[in-house]
């Protein structure tokens, strides 16, 4: 076998590059061995993203700050929504933070595979490092746009207390939510193309079955549960409980986007290590 046709490098076996067989949850070791290319990936998206713009890095706060005055406004003058007695703009602005970076790292590791066609047909890595990597650099713009969503918070006169120190489990949430997601998607999409164009779709719907613009009170008590089977609502929920004062607590909405996070990076996993023997055939 190839090695760019190959999956896994067995250590016990003289460093030879075999498939997995059957169904198998990827070698966290081998994934540790290469480290480096997932740092040198990350870099060339960074690099790649902001070469030859003239805001550099403040797209990362260009994209939600503009979105959310913009939502802001038509939320305000035309549907006139709640806002959980928080100032408008700061209310979206705290969705939208957390929700741009889902969509964004979602996105960026979906196409991860078929954007890395020529790598994978040259050289043998694992290739779960392509969608790891690729929602590295959402991550990095989820910080700086965090700061300025501070920034904006303390601007209002938005009071920060204790509950500040959840933020990094809503991050840590929303990233276990987005890998997972994408490795669903890499792997299927290598296949099935037109997954690519379902996405931005989905994305969309995705935005206003969410509690990003309105609060989850805004939802009838009937349908709340339902609507809870939406992860990204309980990640939602927490992520503004950590930073807006008298917002509801999460509470057992955090249960959905905890067990769907799991669900979603084990079987995603190995849905992943299963598909990627045929990748450098068919991509």
Same mark, same amino acid.
């Given at each position: 076998?190839?090695? *760019?046709?190959?999956?896994?490098?067995?250590?016990?076996?003289?460093?030879? $590059?075999?498939?997995?067989?059957?169904?198998?949850?990827?070698?966290?070791? +081998?994934?540790?061995?290469?480290?480096?290319?997932?740092?040198?990936?990350?870099?060339?998206?960074?690099?790649?993203?902001?070469? #030859?713009?003239?805001?550099?890095?403040?797209?990362?706060?260009? #994209? @939600?700050?503009?979105?959310?005055?913009?939502?802001?406004?038509?939320?305000?003058?035309?549907?006139?929504?709640?806002?959980?007695?928080?100032?408008?703009?700061?209310?979206?602005?705290?969705?939208?933070?957390?929700?741009?970076?889902?969509? #964004?790292?979602?996105?960026?590791?979906?196409?991860?595979?078929?954007?890395?066609?020529?790598?994978?047909?040259?050289?043998?890595?694992?290739?779960?490092?392509? @969608?790891?990597?690729?929602?590295?650099?959402? %991550?990095?713009?989820?910080?700086?746009?965090?700061?300025?969503? $501070?920034?904006?918070?303390?601007?209002?006169?938005?009071?920060?207390?204790?509950?500040?120190?959840?933020?990094?489990? %809503?991050?840590?949430?929303?990233?276990?939510?987005?890998?997972?997601?994408?490795?669903?998607?890499?792997?299927?999409?290598?296949?099935?193309?037109?997954?690519?164009?379902? $996405?931005?779709?989905?994305?969309?719907?995705?935005?206003?079955?969410?509690?990003? $613009?309105? @609060?989850?009170? *805004?939802? @009838?008590?009937?349908? +709340?549960?339902?609507?809870?089977?939406?992860?990204?609502?309980?990640?939602? +929920?927490?992520?503004?409980?950590?930073?807006?004062?008298? *917002? +509801?607590?999460?509470?057992?909405?955090?249960?959905?986007?905890?067990?769907?996070?799991?669900?979603?990076?084990?079987?995603?996993?190995?849905?992943?290590?299963?598909? #990627?023997?045929?990748? *450098?055939?068919?991509?």
């Amino acid at each position: 076998m190839s090695a *760019a046709a190959g999956t896994r490098r067995d250590s016990h076996v003289g460093g030879v $590059i075999r498939p997995p067989a059957g169904w198998e949850l990827p070698d966290l070791r +081998e994934l540790w061995d290469y480290r480096d290319l997932v740092l040198f990936l990350v870099r060339r998206d960074l690099a790649v993203r902001y070469r #030859q713009t003239l805001l550099g890095v403040a797209w990362a706060v260009v #994209q @939600p700050v503009g979105f959310a005055l913009v939502l802001s406004l038509f939320l305000g003058f035309v549907l006139d929504a709640p806002s959980a007695g928080v100032p408008r703009p700061a209310f979206v602005l705290t969705g939208l933070t957390l929700w741009l970076f889902f969509t #964004q790292a979602v996105s960026r590791a979906s196409d991860s595979t078929v954007g890395s066609a020529s790598l994978i047909s040259k050289v043998y890595f694992p290739r779960m490092v392509m @969608p790891l990597s690729a929602v590295v650099a959402p %991550a990095v713009d989820f910080l700086v746009a965090f700061a300025v969503l $501070i920034l904006v918070l303390l601007g209002y006169g938005v009071p920060l207390d204790w509950h500040v120190v959840l933020v990094p489990a %809503a991050f840590l949430l929303t990233l276990a939510l987005a890998v997972g997601a994408g490795l669903w998607l890499s792997a299927l999409v290598v296949a099935y193309r037109d997954i690519r164009l379902a $996405i931005p779709f989905l994305i969309q719907l995705g935005l206003f079955a969410t509690p990003v $613009i309105y @609060p989850l009170s *805004a939802i @009838p008590d009937r349908f +709340e549960a339902l609507y809870s089977l939406n992860p990204m609502v309980g990640a939602t +929920e927490l992520f503004r409980w950590a930073l807006l004062p008298g *917002a +509801e607590t999460p509470g057992s909405l955090v249960l959905v986007p905890v067990l769907a996070a799991l669900l979603l990076l084990v079987t995603g996993a190995l849905v992943f290590t299963r598909a #990627q023997r045929t990748f *450098a055939d068919v991509i």
